[in-house]
């Protein structure tokens, strides 16, 4: 099976609480990235394609490496092949820390 989805912004405490231009009905950022895998993970299987059409996460640790490794984990725990798409809020660098890292994904 094939899905499409995009903007999940993991790790993106912006979309936290009732004054923000999207927000999320979640107390806490872990919660809010817990929910969206345990869903992800329910609907998709290991076999499934998803195209991930940008704003994956927005996490600005430093340094950079340590966010690129927590955004890595998260997408290590999501079924289905991704293919990724960058978008407005993914930098460069997170898809070479990909790579770099043998991340299977295609995009």
Not at 63 to 79: G, H, M, R, T, V
Not at 90 to 98: C, I, N, Q, T
């Amino acid at each position: 099976m094939q899905f499409v989805t995009a903007d999940t912004h993991f790790l993106d405490e912006h979309l936290l609480g009732i004054d923000n231009f999207a927000p999320r009905p979640f107390l806490t950022v872990d919660q809010m990235d817990q929910t969206i895998i345990k869903n992800w993970n329910e609907r998709v299987s290991e076999n499934d394609t998803v195209y991930h059409l940008g704003d994956i996460a927005v996490y600005f640790a430093k340094p950079q490496a340590k966010a690129y490794e927590k955004i890595f984990q998260i997408l290590d725990s999501l079924n289905g092949h991704l293919v990724l798409i960058k978008g407005n809020h993914d930098s460069r660098g997170l898809f070479k820390y990909l790579a770099k890292n043998n991340y299977s994904f295609s995009g």
